[in-house]
């Protein structure tokens, strides 16, 4: 039977279809999650407002200050499995544990220092945690340390042979992004031996410095990078793990150079646990939205239907 419309039900309809695609391409920006990262390097904001901890929409840039962290140079950050607040600082060589309502950082066991490596050298630390502990790289030293998150003491792992300045753990894979100046690049990170393997360059940044890095819950790859230009925000992107191309997403904050979304997803005896995939909650894909498109079109039509009735 053919269904007769007024036109209060075709506007109906008409109403339904035009928001469709406005209300899909929101669900997909708010799909993006968010992220904690600290200006290190900052710079365009006052100075009491540098060495802060931020909270930021990745979809958007939008940061929250949340407030100083009390440390001069935090670089690296990692959620841990217990949903701690890590931060590696350079300055004082130090493993920080950090507050996320204000921001505010101890040093684990309230001894700086402790991470015990040479003070008086700059390491330029990316942090991670894996699923048997923490991880932290250095892009001069070139090297991988794995960290007593009780104590803060890093002890080398090896040579990575890249200059990794951030780190990232999917499931029981590592993953690097090199310094900006030296090796613009994705690399996958043996854990186990320290060593890194070239994934591809990092299509589609603009130039940059140092960078954080992390997973979200869903398996997307995100980064944050500290451009080179000192009067340009820093660029979000979404890396292909597969060929290291990235996307620019959004601008936030400048001088940026860590990333922590979200704690890592591990099997109960703390190894990787299987395909990710299984593991973590989905994201809305393209074919989600378009399903969602969908269905609202089809709320339109039955609606305009009743209307007739």
């Known amino acids: 039977m053919q269904l007769l419309l ?23 920006a708010h799909a993006a999650p968010f992220g904690y990262a600290i200006n290190s390097d900052g710079f365009m904001v006052p100075e009491n407002e540098i060495d802060n901890l931020y909270h930021i929409d990745l979809a958007t840039g939008d940061a929250e200050r949340l407030g100083p962290t009390g440390f001069l ?24 544990v950090l507050s996320q309502a204000s921001g505010q950082g101890i040093a684990v066991g309230s001894l700086p220092g402790n991470l015990r490596l040479p003070a008086g050298q700059f390491f330029d630390f990316g942090l991670a945690t894996s699923c048997t502990g923490l991880l932290l790289s250095s892009d001069n030293a070139q090297a991988l340390y794995r960290v007593d998150e009780a104590t803060g003491e890093a002890v080398l792992i090896g040579e990575t042979g890249a200059p990794l300045t951030a780190l990232a753990v999917r499931g029981d894979e590592v993953f690097g992004i090199g310094d900006g100046q030296r090796a613009p690049n994705l690399y996958r990170v043996d854990p186990a031996a320290g060593t890194a393997t070239l994934v591809g360059p990092l299509t589609g940044a603009a130039p940059y410095n140092d960078a954080g890095l992390d997973f979200d819950e869903s398996g997307r790859l995100w980064a944050i990078t500290d451009r080179r230009d000192m009067n ?9 793990p597969a060929t290291g191309a990235a996307t620019v997403v959004a601008e936030t904050l400048g001088g940026i ?23 973590r909650v989905p994201t809305l894909t393209p074919a989600m939205l378009t399903a969602t498109a969908g269905l609202l079109l089809l709320v339109g039509l039955y609606f305009a239907r009743r209307r007739l009735r």
Do not use: H
Request: charge should be negative.
């Open 6 to 28: 007024s036109q209060t039900g075709l506007n109906t309809v008409r109403r339904a279809a035009l928001a469709a695609p406005f209300l899909a391409g929101a669900l997909y």
């Open 73 to 96: 140079d935090l670089e690296g950050l990692a959620f841990g499995a217990d949903d701690q607040l890590y931060g590696a600082d350079d300055e004082s060589k130090s493993l920080v």
């Open 232 to 240: 340009a925000l820093s660029q979000i992107l979404e890396i292909d």
């Open 257 to 279: 150079e860590s990333l922590a979304i979200a704690p890592p997803v591990c099997a109960p005896d703390g190894i990787g646990g299987g395909p990710p995939e299984l593991q």
